[in-house]
């Protein structure tokens, strides 16, 4: 049985076991596993220190393509190449005066006055697991085409949601500042890239992971709801004893860990009593019109959750590709084999569908200008297929699109080879894409981030890519 103590008993008296107890039974038995995690010590406090440069936005949705989008059938194309490189696909023409993509794009490209094209993005790197990493932190892996890579030393570096969340720093929001959903990114057989979480930050920093389906009737969000055997009377007498164990914390307000769990603990407390969270993931207040926009699959709803959730306060969302169970590849855009027909068949409809349904929804809404959108894989893939009709990974060029936030809609950057193969103008790297990003929230490329042992870490190494503001 766990021991209340009187305010006047030393703190010191608590074994090991108790204190672990106590960790157990902070919202014992709530059913919140991925969503609430201790706060370790070491965050470090504030960042005055750090230079603002003016942003327009407030929020940011990565849609994230893991596999790799092919360059050729969807911002790139190249009609004048020979049919190993031009592909099966035509080109459409777009919104954008001079401007065509993939002829599997149609509702895109009546988009396109939102979208800002970058076809010179650059990671050098053709694994999966270390050029996505770079991607999602700006820091290339350590070495590069690492395939199966995990989140080890030196590569630490924090996921982009997590620098987010750190320069966020609110502690008593309904929700945390970044989230992921509906699944996080991983090799076959589970193998989970690195750079996804908080890295040299802590896990504090980590973003929500989300593993759900939104698409199902039944749908409810996995760890935000009470569980049958816990009802209302007795969680209102755990809270009761959250309570008086929080008068003894007291005493230890100067320890980081025990600050940060009981912000973890009050943002869970506000989703699973509050009516603003699980608000937020009811899907069946949108019309039969709108989630038929985005589509009825895992991956459309995942898409209008995102839309919810930044609508409710969120300020970071990264939605995964959702694999798809019976398909080669996967289900997924790594399309080593049946190329064509997996893009015909339902991965670029899908994405078509879904991205233009989430630019579209949110003009309508009066909420782009203050809503960057990043369409982006790891990488895109070879200029020629390869025998099992299949184009393979390439780090060396593809391309990436920007709308929303402060960019400026109707613009192409950079320009590729006459294979999109390798840049000829307006190299990017993941490095420029970060201080993009953060420059359009508010925060310069330098901006000071202290790891857990307190060492400085810029935002971005990278440059603000000025030529789409």
Not at 173 to 193: M, S
Not at 266 to 283: H, I, M, N, W
Not at 315 to 340: M, R, Y
Not at 397 to 403: I, N, Q, T
Request: glycine share 12%; proline share 8%.
């Amino acid at each position: 049985m766990l021991r209340i103590l009187e305010p006047d008993s030393p703190l010191n008296r608590f074994s090991r076991r108790e204190w672990l107890r106590i960790g157990g039974t902070s919202l014992g038995g709530l059913s919140l596993a991925n969503c609430v995690h201790a706060t370790p010590a070491g965050l470090a406090a504030g960042s005055a220190d750090a230079g603002l440069s003016v942003g327009r936005a407030r929020s940011v949705i990565v849609i994230f393509l893991s596999g790799g989008p092919p360059q050729h059938e969807t911002w790139d194309p190249k009609p004048n190449a020979p049919a190993e490189i031009r592909g099966g696909f035509g080109t459409i023409a777009t919104q954008t005066p001079g401007l065509a993509i993939g002829e599997l794009m149609p509702m895109t490209a009546m988009m396109t006055d939102h979208i800002a094209v970058l076809r010179a993005m650059v990671t050098n790197d053709n694994a999966h697991s270390s050029s996505g990493y770079q991607m999602m932190t700006g820091i290339p892996h350590i070495p590069l085409n690492a395939e199966n890579a995990v989140a080890k030393a030196p590569n630490l570096a924090p996921h982009w949601g997590a620098i987010n969340g750190y320069l966020t720093r609110r502690s008593q929001l309904a929700f945390p500042p970044a989230i992921t959903l509906p699944n996080r990114i991983a090799n076959t057989g589970e193998i989970v890239w690195p750079g996804q979480v908080g890295g040299v930050l802590g896990p504090a920093c980590d973003p929500w992971l989300l593993t759900c389906d939104p698409s199902k009737p039944s749908f409810t969000v996995p760890d935000l709801a009470l569980p049958t055997e816990l009802p209302p009377l007795r969680f209102e007498r755990r809270l009761s004893l959250l309570e008086q164990l929080n008068g003894h914390l007291d005493q230890m307000k100067d320890s980081a860990a025990v600050a940060g769990f009981d912000r973890q603990t009050l943002r869970a407390v506000d989703l699973l009593s509050g009516a603003g969270g699980s608000k937020a993931f009811d899907l069946s207040g949108e019309s039969d019109n709108t989630r038929d926009r985005y589509g009825r699959t895992r991956w459309g709803q995942s898409v209008l959750l995102s839309r919810r959730l930044v609508e409710a306060g969120v300020s970071f969302v990264q939605v995964n590709w959702a694999p798809v169970d019976g398909e080669p590849n996967g289900g997924g855009w790594d399309t080593h084999n049946n190329h064509n027909d997996m893009l015909k068949r339902f991965l670029m409809p899908w994405m078509d569908r879904a991205y233009s349904a989430l630019i579209g929804d949110l003009a309508e809404r009066g909420l782009l200008d203050e809503t960057l959108v990043v369409w982006v894989g790891e990488f895109g893939h070879t200029p020629r297929f390869n025998p099992n009709a299949g184009r393979d990974h390439w780090g060396q060029c593809f391309s990436m699109a920007l709308a929303g936030g402060g960019v400026r809609g109707g613009v192409v950057h950079g320009a590729s080879d006459e294979q999109a193969a390798f840049p000829v103008s307006g190299r990017v790297e993941p490095s420029d894409l970060l201080a993009t990003m953060f420059h359009l929230l508010g925060h310069a490329p330098d901006t000071t981030l202290r790891d857990t042992e307190g060492r400085p870490h810029p935002v971005s190494r990278g440059r603000v890519i000025d030529e789409i503001l």
